[in-house]
T-cell receptor, first 116, second 115 residues
Framework: DAGVIQSPRHEVTEMGQEVTLRCKPI?????LFWYRQTMMRGLELLIY????????DSGMPEDRFSAKMPNASFSTLKIQPSEPRDSAVYFC??????????????FGEGSWLTVV | AQSVTQLGSHVSVSEGALVLLRCNYS??????LFWYVQYPNQGLQLLLK??????LVKGINGFEAEFKKSETSFHLTKPSAHMSDAAEYFC?????????????FGRGTSLIVHP
C-alpha cells in the first residue's frame, strides 16, 4: 500500500509568493494532519481533519495559512503571502481511528520549504 | 491535558554502547505511548507503542520501552547502539481527554552514535 504522498518535496520561493503544498493520505484513513517542523519550535501540529472536516486549526500560525480537504484523498496547505519565517519542513500525516485509540500515525516524507 | 517531556535534546553514545532516551508524560487518564524515529531527510515512522497489556514493549531494530505508571515514564532503550541508529527520536502520548486521541509529541532527542 502506498504511504502518505506529499508534493513538492522541495520548494524555494520568494517572499510574498503563494505556496501550495499537497498531500494524498493513505487510502481508508479518516484523519489527516498537517505538521510543521523547525529547529526552533520542533514539531507543531497546525491543523487536522476528520472525514474531510477541519476539527482543530488552533495551531495555524496566522491568517496567511489556510488548509483544505475537498475529498478523502487530497488536502492542501496554502501560505499566502509567504515570509522567510515560514521556511520549514511541512509534514502531512494520516491515520485511521480504530477502537479505543493508540492508532499509529503515518507521515509523509515532508515538503521542504525555503522562502527567500 | 497531556504533555511529554524528553530529557536531553541530544544524546551521544559510542557504537556498541547502551542507548537510553528518556521520556516522561503527563496524562489525566491511562495513556497510549509511542516512540517515533525520524531518519535524516525523512518523515517520522513508528518505532513502538504501548496501548494496553504488557508494560515492556518491543519495537523494530532492537529497541524496547517500558511503561512505568508510578514514574509516568516511557524510556526507550537498546542494548547496543549501531551507527544506523543515528536519528531523531520522538516520544508521544495520547489519551481520550476531550474525546480525541490526537497525540502530543515531545521536542525530540537527537541520537548521535560515534564509531
Amino acid at each position: 500500500d502506498a504511504g502518505v504522498i506529499q508534493s513538492p518535496r522541495h520548494e524555494v520561493t520568494e517572499m510574498g509568493q503563494e505556496v501550495t503544498l499537497r498531500c494524498k493520505p493513505i487510502s481508508g484513513h479518516d484523519y489527516l494532519f498537517w505538521y510543521r517542523q523547525t529547529m526552533m519550535r520542533g514539531l507543531e501540529l497546525l491543523i487536522y481533519f476528520n472525514n474531510n472536516v477541519p476539527i482543530d486549526d488552533s495551531g495555524m500560525p496566522e491568517d496567511r495559512f489556510s488548509a483544505k480537504m475537498p475529498n478523502a484523498s487530497f488536502s492542501t496547505l496554502k501560505i499566502q503571502p509567504s515570509e522567510p519565517r515560514d521556511s520549514a519542513v511541512y509534514f502531512c500525516a494520516s491515520t485511521k481511528q480504530q477502537g479505543q485509540g493508540g492508532n499509529t500515525i503515518y507521515f509523509g516524507e515532508g515538503s521542504w520549504l525555503t522562502v527567500v | 491535558a497531556q504533555s511529554v517531556t524528553q530529557l536531553g535534546s541530544h544524546v551521544s553514545v559510542s557504537e556498541g554502547a547502551l542507548v537510553l532516551l528518556r521520556c516522561n508524560y503527563s496524562s489525566s487518564v491511562p495513556p497510549y505511548l509511542f516512540w517515533y524515529v525520524q531518519y535524516p531527510n525523512q518523515g517520522l515512522q513508528l518505532l513502538l507503542k504501548y496501548t494496553t497489556g504488557a508494560t515492556l514493549v518491543k519495537g523494530i531494530n532492537g529497541f524496547e520501552a517500558e511503561f512505568k505508571k508510578s514514574e509516568t515514564s516511557f524510556h526507550l532503550t537498546k542494548p547496543s547502539a549501531h551507527m544506523s541508529d543515528a536519528a531523531e527520536y520522538f516520544c508521544a502520548v495520547s489519551d481520550q481527554a476531550g474525546g480525541s486521541y490526537i497525540p502530543t509529541f515531545g521536542r525530540g532527542t537527537s541520537l548521535i552514535v560515534h564509531p
